[in-house]
Protein backbone atom coordinates (compact mmCIF):
# COMPACT_ATOMS: atom_id res chain seq x y z
CA UNK A 1 0.00 0.00 0.00
CA UNK A 2 3.19 2.32 0.21
CA UNK A 3 3.41 2.39 -3.56
CA UNK A 4 -0.60 4.64 -4.00
CA UNK A 5 0.65 6.69 -1.05
CA UNK A 6 3.86 7.81 -2.40
CA UNK A 7 2.46 8.04 -6.55
CA UNK A 8 -0.41 10.22 -3.95
CA UNK A 9 2.40 12.54 -2.57
CA UNK A 10 4.22 12.90 -6.13
CA UNK A 11 0.38 14.11 -7.65
CA UNK A 12 0.25 16.57 -5.14
CA UNK A 13 4.02 17.67 -5.97
CA UNK A 14 3.33 17.81 -9.42
CA UNK A 15 -0.37 19.67 -9.15
CA UNK A 16 1.30 22.41 -6.93
CA UNK A 17 4.44 22.98 -9.21
CA UNK A 18 2.24 22.72 -12.01
CA UNK A 19 0.02 25.76 -10.62
CA UNK A 20 2.69 27.29 -10.52
CA UNK A 21 4.09 27.08 -13.79
CA UNK A 22 0.82 28.43 -14.94
CA UNK A 23 1.00 31.16 -12.95
CA UNK A 24 4.16 32.64 -13.88
CA UNK A 25 3.69 32.03 -17.15
CA UNK A 26 0.29 33.60 -17.80
CA UNK A 27 1.63 36.56 -15.12
CA UNK A 28 4.68 36.84 -17.21
CA UNK A 29 2.35 37.65 -20.40
CA UNK A 30 -0.02 39.59 -18.79
CA UNK A 31 2.07 41.95 -17.46
CA UNK A 32 3.89 42.65 -21.32
CA UNK A 33 0.10 43.73 -21.73
CA UNK A 34 0.85 46.62 -19.12
CA UNK A 35 -1.90 44.54 -16.97
CA UNK A 36 -1.26 45.67 -13.62
CA UNK A 37 0.32 43.89 -10.81
CA UNK A 38 -3.40 43.63 -8.61
CA UNK A 39 -5.60 42.82 -11.63
CA UNK A 40 -2.89 40.03 -12.49
CA UNK A 41 -3.23 38.91 -8.52
CA UNK A 42 -7.12 38.74 -8.58
CA UNK A 43 -7.57 37.30 -11.90
CA UNK A 44 -4.96 34.98 -13.34
CA UNK A 45 -2.68 34.17 -9.91
CA UNK A 46 -6.66 33.28 -8.64
CA UNK A 47 -7.52 31.37 -10.91
CA UNK A 48 -3.85 29.90 -10.78
CA UNK A 49 -4.04 28.50 -7.42
CA UNK A 50 -7.20 27.27 -7.49
CA UNK A 51 -7.04 24.99 -10.64
CA UNK A 52 -5.92 22.27 -8.36
CA UNK A 53 -9.28 21.67 -6.91
CA UNK A 54 -10.91 22.18 -10.06
CA UNK A 55 -8.53 19.94 -11.75
CA UNK A 56 -9.33 17.43 -9.31
CA UNK A 57 -12.99 18.20 -8.85
CA UNK A 58 -13.22 17.46 -13.12
CA UNK A 59 -11.45 14.47 -12.73
CA UNK A 60 -13.02 13.38 -9.62
CA UNK A 61 -16.38 13.68 -11.38
CA UNK A 62 -15.88 12.02 -14.65
CA UNK A 63 -14.67 8.62 -12.51
CA UNK A 64 -18.09 8.56 -11.30
CA UNK A 65 -16.76 9.75 -7.93
CA UNK A 66 -19.14 12.86 -6.96
CA UNK A 67 -18.68 12.76 -3.51
CA UNK A 68 -15.18 13.41 -3.96
CA UNK A 69 -15.90 15.87 -6.12
CA UNK A 70 -18.42 17.79 -3.66
CA UNK A 71 -15.85 17.18 -0.60
CA UNK A 72 -12.97 18.55 -2.78
CA UNK A 73 -14.71 21.84 -3.32
CA UNK A 74 -16.18 22.00 0.31
CA UNK A 75 -13.64 20.69 2.25
CA UNK A 76 -11.01 22.86 0.68
CA UNK A 77 -13.27 26.18 1.89
CA UNK A 78 -13.51 24.95 5.21
CA UNK A 79 -9.17 24.47 5.20
CA UNK A 80 -8.84 27.45 3.77
CA UNK A 81 -11.85 29.39 6.19
CA UNK A 82 -10.48 27.83 9.64
CA UNK A 83 -7.06 26.36 8.95
CA UNK A 84 -5.34 28.34 6.76
CA UNK A 85 -6.73 31.73 8.31
CA UNK A 86 -6.15 30.29 11.56
CA UNK A 87 -2.20 30.48 10.71
CA UNK A 88 -1.93 33.26 9.66
CA UNK A 89 -3.62 35.20 12.26
CA UNK A 90 -1.49 33.13 14.43
CA UNK A 91 1.83 34.29 12.70
CA UNK A 92 0.61 37.85 12.57
CA UNK A 93 -2.99 39.40 13.20
CA UNK A 94 -4.74 40.35 10.03
CA UNK A 95 -6.36 43.36 9.25
CA UNK A 96 -8.88 43.45 7.30
CA UNK A 97 -9.68 46.20 4.27
CA UNK A 98 -13.16 48.06 4.47
CA UNK A 99 -13.95 46.40 0.98
CA UNK A 100 -13.12 42.73 2.46
CA UNK A 101 -15.72 43.13 5.48
CA UNK A 102 -18.48 44.66 3.81
CA UNK A 103 -18.44 43.04 0.15
CA UNK A 104 -16.01 40.37 -0.18
CA UNK A 105 -16.58 37.83 3.21
CA UNK A 106 -20.73 38.28 2.84
CA UNK A 107 -20.40 37.10 -0.85
CA UNK A 108 -18.04 34.43 0.49
CA UNK A 109 -21.22 33.56 2.97
CA UNK A 110 -23.91 34.18 -0.04
CA UNK A 111 -21.65 31.77 -1.92
CA UNK A 112 -21.97 28.51 1.08
CA UNK A 113 -26.00 29.53 1.15
CA UNK A 114 -26.81 29.52 -2.75
CA UNK A 115 -24.89 26.20 -3.23
CA UNK A 116 -26.49 25.03 -0.15
CA UNK A 117 -30.04 25.65 -1.58
CA UNK A 118 -29.40 24.60 -4.93
CA UNK A 119 -28.10 20.83 -4.52
CA UNK A 120 -30.68 20.19 -1.59
CA UNK A 121 -33.72 19.44 -4.42
CA UNK A 122 -35.57 17.19 -2.50
CA UNK A 123 -35.97 19.51 0.39
CA UNK A 124 -36.26 22.43 -1.18
CA UNK A 125 -38.37 21.80 -4.63
CA UNK A 126 -39.34 17.90 -3.98
CA UNK A 127 -37.86 16.66 -6.40
CA UNK A 128 -36.74 12.48 -6.43
CA UNK A 129 -32.63 12.93 -5.97
CA UNK A 130 -30.21 15.99 -4.75
CA UNK A 131 -28.26 16.98 -8.00
CA UNK A 132 -26.07 19.53 -9.26
CA UNK A 133 -27.61 20.54 -12.45
CA UNK A 134 -26.72 22.39 -15.82
CA UNK A 135 -28.90 25.34 -14.69
CA UNK A 136 -27.39 25.37 -10.91
CA UNK A 137 -23.94 26.13 -12.40
CA UNK A 138 -25.75 28.33 -14.96
CA UNK A 139 -27.18 30.17 -12.04
CA UNK A 140 -23.52 29.89 -9.91
CA UNK A 141 -21.99 30.91 -13.34
CA UNK A 142 -24.12 34.24 -13.10
CA UNK A 143 -22.84 34.73 -9.18
CA UNK A 144 -19.59 34.12 -10.13
CA UNK A 145 -19.89 37.19 -13.05
CA UNK A 146 -20.99 39.95 -10.74
CA UNK A 147 -18.05 38.82 -8.56
CA UNK A 148 -15.66 39.41 -11.38
CA UNK A 149 -17.75 42.97 -11.82
CA UNK A 150 -17.47 43.73 -8.25
CA UNK A 151 -13.38 42.83 -8.75
CA UNK A 152 -13.29 45.23 -12.21
CA UNK A 153 -14.83 48.13 -10.58
CA UNK A 154 -12.69 48.41 -7.68
CA UNK A 155 -9.45 47.51 -9.31
CA UNK A 156 -10.30 50.70 -11.75
CA UNK A 157 -10.92 52.66 -8.44
CA UNK A 158 -7.46 51.19 -6.77
CA UNK A 159 -3.62 52.63 -7.91
CA UNK A 160 -1.44 49.93 -8.39
CA UNK A 161 0.62 49.76 -5.21
CA UNK A 162 2.07 45.81 -5.24
CA UNK A 163 4.91 47.42 -7.07
CA UNK A 164 7.32 45.63 -4.97
CA UNK A 165 6.19 42.19 -5.63
CA UNK A 166 7.28 42.90 -9.57
CA UNK A 167 6.39 40.15 -12.06
CA UNK A 168 9.48 38.38 -13.64
CA UNK A 169 8.59 39.00 -17.71
CA UNK A 170 9.93 36.08 -19.93
CA UNK A 171 9.75 36.03 -23.62
CA UNK A 172 6.82 34.50 -24.97
CA UNK A 173 7.92 31.19 -26.11
CA UNK A 174 8.94 30.88 -22.67
CA UNK A 175 6.04 32.11 -21.39
CA UNK A 176 3.51 30.13 -23.39
CA UNK A 177 6.06 26.39 -22.99
CA UNK A 178 5.48 27.19 -19.14
CA UNK A 179 1.65 27.35 -19.66
CA UNK A 180 1.47 24.27 -21.85
CA UNK A 181 3.78 22.23 -19.41
CA UNK A 182 1.70 23.94 -16.11
CA UNK A 183 -1.46 22.17 -17.68
CA UNK A 184 0.21 19.14 -18.72
CA UNK A 185 1.72 18.79 -15.24
CA UNK A 186 -1.68 19.76 -13.72
CA UNK A 187 -4.15 17.21 -15.78
CA UNK A 188 -1.78 14.40 -15.41
CA UNK A 189 -0.92 15.73 -11.55
CA UNK A 190 -4.87 15.43 -11.01
CA UNK A 191 -5.37 11.89 -12.24
CA UNK A 192 -2.74 11.30 -10.20
CA UNK A 193 -3.82 12.42 -7.04
CA UNK A 194 -7.76 11.19 -7.61
CA UNK A 195 -6.78 7.57 -8.40
CA UNK A 196 -4.34 6.82 -5.80
CA UNK A 197 -6.48 8.63 -3.29
CA UNK A 198 -9.30 6.33 -3.86
CA UNK A 199 -7.04 3.42 -3.44
CA UNK A 200 -6.00 4.32 -0.12
CA UNK A 201 -9.50 5.40 1.03
CA UNK A 202 -10.58 2.02 -0.51
CA UNK A 203 -7.80 -0.15 1.27
CA UNK A 204 -8.31 1.76 4.95
CA UNK A 205 -12.15 1.76 4.69
CA UNK A 206 -12.61 5.46 4.10
CA UNK A 207 -15.22 6.70 2.47
CA UNK A 208 -15.21 9.00 -0.81
CA UNK A 209 -16.90 11.37 0.76
CA UNK A 210 -13.97 11.80 3.52
CA UNK A 211 -10.99 11.48 1.16
CA UNK A 212 -12.56 14.33 -0.28
CA UNK A 213 -13.20 16.67 2.83
CA UNK A 214 -9.58 15.90 3.92
CA UNK A 215 -6.78 14.21 1.85
CA UNK A 216 -7.82 15.96 -1.39
CA UNK A 217 -9.04 19.37 0.14
CA UNK A 218 -5.63 19.88 1.88
CA UNK A 219 -3.85 18.53 -0.80
CA UNK A 220 -5.12 20.63 -3.55
CA UNK A 221 -5.12 23.88 -0.70
CA UNK A 222 -1.44 23.93 -0.58
CA UNK A 223 -0.45 26.61 -2.48
CA UNK A 224 -3.44 29.07 -0.41
CA UNK A 225 -1.47 27.56 2.62
CA UNK A 226 1.89 28.61 1.41
CA UNK A 227 0.74 32.17 -0.10
CA UNK A 228 -1.32 33.30 3.07
CA UNK A 229 1.51 31.78 5.30
CA UNK A 230 3.79 33.67 3.73
CA UNK A 231 1.94 37.29 3.27
CA UNK A 232 1.29 36.85 7.04
CA UNK A 233 4.91 36.26 7.95
CA UNK A 234 5.65 39.59 5.50
CA UNK A 235 2.81 41.38 7.39
CA UNK A 236 0.64 41.65 3.52
CA UNK A 237 -2.42 41.19 5.50
CA UNK A 238 -4.50 41.66 2.42
CA UNK A 239 -2.79 39.53 0.34
CA UNK A 240 -3.25 36.54 3.50
CA UNK A 241 -6.85 36.85 4.05
CA UNK A 242 -7.80 38.09 0.40
CA UNK A 243 -6.49 35.13 -0.79
CA UNK A 244 -8.56 33.10 1.54
CA UNK A 245 -11.93 34.57 0.76
CA UNK A 246 -11.03 35.33 -2.81
CA UNK A 247 -10.38 31.29 -3.10
CA UNK A 248 -13.58 30.64 -1.36
CA UNK A 249 -15.65 32.43 -3.91
CA UNK A 250 -13.74 31.32 -6.90
CA UNK A 251 -14.18 27.42 -5.46
CA UNK A 252 -18.21 27.53 -5.09
CA UNK A 253 -18.88 30.20 -7.90
CA UNK A 254 -16.51 28.99 -10.16
CA UNK A 255 -14.88 25.26 -9.67
CA UNK A 256 -18.00 23.59 -8.94
CA UNK A 257 -20.77 25.34 -11.52
CA UNK A 258 -17.63 24.46 -14.27
CA UNK A 259 -17.32 20.55 -12.80
CA UNK A 260 -21.39 20.46 -12.92
CA UNK A 261 -21.61 21.70 -16.51
CA UNK A 262 -19.40 19.18 -17.66
CA UNK A 263 -21.07 16.19 -15.97
CA UNK A 264 -24.23 17.11 -13.60
CA UNK A 265 -23.40 15.48 -9.90
CA UNK A 266 -25.82 13.77 -7.03
CA UNK A 267 -25.18 15.46 -3.71
CA UNK A 268 -24.96 13.35 -0.47
CA UNK A 269 -27.09 15.41 1.86
CA UNK A 270 -24.62 14.31 4.67
CA UNK A 271 -22.23 17.00 3.18
CA UNK A 272 -24.81 19.30 4.49
CA UNK A 273 -23.30 19.29 7.92
CA UNK A 274 -19.98 20.23 6.07
CA UNK A 275 -21.65 23.13 4.29
CA UNK A 276 -22.60 24.33 7.77
CA UNK A 277 -19.69 24.37 9.48
CA UNK A 278 -18.51 26.86 6.14
CA UNK A 279 -21.42 28.85 6.94
CA UNK A 280 -20.90 29.02 10.46
CA UNK A 281 -17.54 29.56 10.27
CA UNK A 282 -17.63 32.71 7.86
CA UNK A 283 -20.30 33.89 10.53
CA UNK A 284 -17.69 33.75 13.06
CA UNK A 285 -15.12 35.48 10.53
CA UNK A 286 -17.69 38.35 10.50
CA UNK A 287 -18.39 38.29 14.13
CA UNK A 288 -14.55 38.62 14.79
CA UNK A 289 -13.81 41.41 12.41
CA UNK A 290 -16.48 43.65 15.30
CA UNK A 291 -15.02 42.28 18.55
CA UNK A 292 -11.94 44.04 20.18
CA UNK A 293 -10.07 45.49 16.88
CA UNK A 294 -12.60 46.55 14.55
CA UNK A 295 -11.40 45.32 11.00
CA UNK A 296 -8.67 42.52 12.09
CA UNK A 297 -8.38 39.05 13.65
CA UNK A 298 -6.23 38.95 16.34
CA UNK A 299 -4.64 35.94 17.69
CA UNK A 300 -7.16 34.25 19.94
CA UNK A 301 -9.99 34.70 17.14
CA UNK A 302 -7.07 32.77 15.04
CA UNK A 303 -6.75 29.92 17.47
CA UNK A 304 -10.16 29.63 18.32
CA UNK A 305 -10.43 29.23 13.62
CA UNK A 306 -8.12 26.61 13.86
CA UNK A 307 -8.69 24.62 17.13
CA UNK A 308 -12.41 24.66 15.37
CA UNK A 309 -10.58 23.07 12.53
CA UNK A 310 -9.33 20.24 14.26
CA UNK A 311 -12.41 19.26 16.15
CA UNK A 312 -14.16 19.31 12.51
CA UNK A 313 -11.69 17.17 11.32
CA UNK A 314 -11.34 14.63 14.50
CA UNK A 315 -15.15 14.53 14.35
CA UNK A 316 -15.54 13.49 10.70
CA UNK A 317 -12.69 10.63 11.50
CA UNK A 318 -14.79 9.46 13.89
CA UNK A 319 -17.77 8.65 12.47
CA UNK A 320 -16.31 7.15 10.02
Partial sequence: MLLPVILLLVG????????????????????KFNISNIAIGLTVVA?????????????????GYNSAA???????????????LGIAGLIYPLAIQRNTVKYEVPF???????????????????????????????????FFCLFMLYIFRTMSNASDV????????????VSIGLIILGLAMLVGGSTLVVDNAIL???????????????????????????TSAVAAYKRNTDIAIGNVIGSNIFNMFFILPITGLINPMSFDTTMNFDLGILLVGTILLIIFMFTLNTRKLDRWEAFLLLAGYIVYTWYLISME
Fill in 200 to 226: VAENYGLSKKLIGLTILAIGTSLPELA
Fill in 108 to 142: SLLAAGVVLVLVNDQFILGSSENLLSRIDSIILLF
Fill in 162 to 173: DQESEIKIMSNP
Fill in 47 to 63: LGTSTPELLVSITSSMK
Fill in 70 to 84: FGNVIGSNNFNLLFI
Fill in 12 to 31: FAILIKGADFLVSGSSSIAK
